[in-house]
């Protein structure tokens, strides 16, 4: 048999409704987009620079190149809006110094709060954490500025890089420390207060998933000076972690706590010698 590939072909662009423009759409716009970041925490830091020359000279030759791509990439998602890509480029420049400092302040706390860094340069450079948080403050940016899809793309770009999910509508305060990281989720309305640190697998999420609430306010409000420990779920818009609390690692919350909380999972492990095992014992995987 045959296989008619022209009326396949058809059924596949009527199926699409409309071709979309490759150059806002798809693998180049992610590629783009990844490059763009690159470049940014480059510019911004040099540890991620190829380029040993940081001179005054260097970083502004840099910037206007940066921005000229920012122009580039906003143009597509901003299509019915032309006239604000110029400003929203001019205006994500000037709050590149106070997103550098804010980073700054973010590896200083992974590097406190962490025995086995042995500086802030290690943490800027080997740890997933600060990457990730890194590209979330940039597209936390273009975000608040009101540019569709472009932040995303920079937080999924951060999320395939390190396996940490923070989307860029979250709002996040200073000293923010992430600790090995992977699986962390962090959802668009999730608040969360200054100096907080989070471990591996922890999800701060929504308690329903119904597209009718996508505007409302659907995941958590965590205080300053909150530690949240491995795989600790958090979730509905309404919870509040009160500030200083410590939440403990496989803790299922779903209800507000107040400050200076200390919650735990209690569970019970039982160690026995091989020789003093009495009844069969079944495991169910």
């Known amino acids: 048999m045959e296989t008619n590939t022209k009326d396949v072909a058809k ?3 009527r199926n699409l409704h409309e071709v979309p423009d490759q150059s806002s759409f798809g693998i180049q716009a992610k590629r783009r987009t990844q490059e763009f970041a690159d470049k940014l925490l480059a510019v911004l830091f040099p540890h991620f620079s190829s380029d040993s020359n940081h001179s005054e000279s260097d970083v502004f030759a840099r910037l206007v190149m940066i921005e000229q791509d920012l122009r580039k990439l906003l143009a597509p998602f ?11 480029a001019a205006g994500f420049i000037e ?4 997103i550098q400092c804010a980073l ?4 200083e706390a ?3 709060g962490d025995p086995a860094s042995e500086s802030v340069d290690e943490v800027i450079l080997a740890y997933p954490g600060f990457m990730a948080i890194g590209i979330y403050r940039l597209a936390h940016e273009l975000y608040r500025a009101g540019v569709p899809i472009l932040p995303r793309l920079l937080t999924e770009y951060a999320h395939q890089m390190t396996g940490i999910d923070i989307h860029p509508g979250a709002q996040i305060g200073s000293s923010f420390a992430i600790d090995h ?3 962390i989720v962090i959802g668009e309305s999730t608040v969360i207060g200054g100096n907080v640190k989070l471990y591996q697998g922890v999800t701060l999420g929504a308690l329903s998933v119904d597209k009718n609430m996508a505007k409302s306010k659907r995941h ?5 000076n909150v530690v949240i420990y491995a795989q600790a779920v958090i979730l509905g818009g309404e919870t509040v972690v009160g ?4 939440i403990g690692g496989n803790v299922w919350l779903t209800h507000s706590v107040p400050p200076f909380s200390v919650v735990y999972q209690k569970s019970e492990t039982v160690i026995q010698q091989q020789d003093d095992r009495t009844g069969v014992i079944n495991f169910v995987i």
């Open 104 to 107: 700054w302040l973010d590896a």
């Open 110 to 112: 992974i590097n406190t």
């Open 78 to 88: 901003l299509a019915e809006k032309s006239s604000k890509v110029d400003e929203i």
């Open 11 to 13: 059924e596949i662009l």
């Open 220 to 224: 958590p409000t965590v205080g300053d």
């Open 243 to 246: 500030h200083d609390s410590m």
């Open 95 to 98: 709050k590149l110094p106070d």
């Open 181 to 183: 990281g992977t699986g």
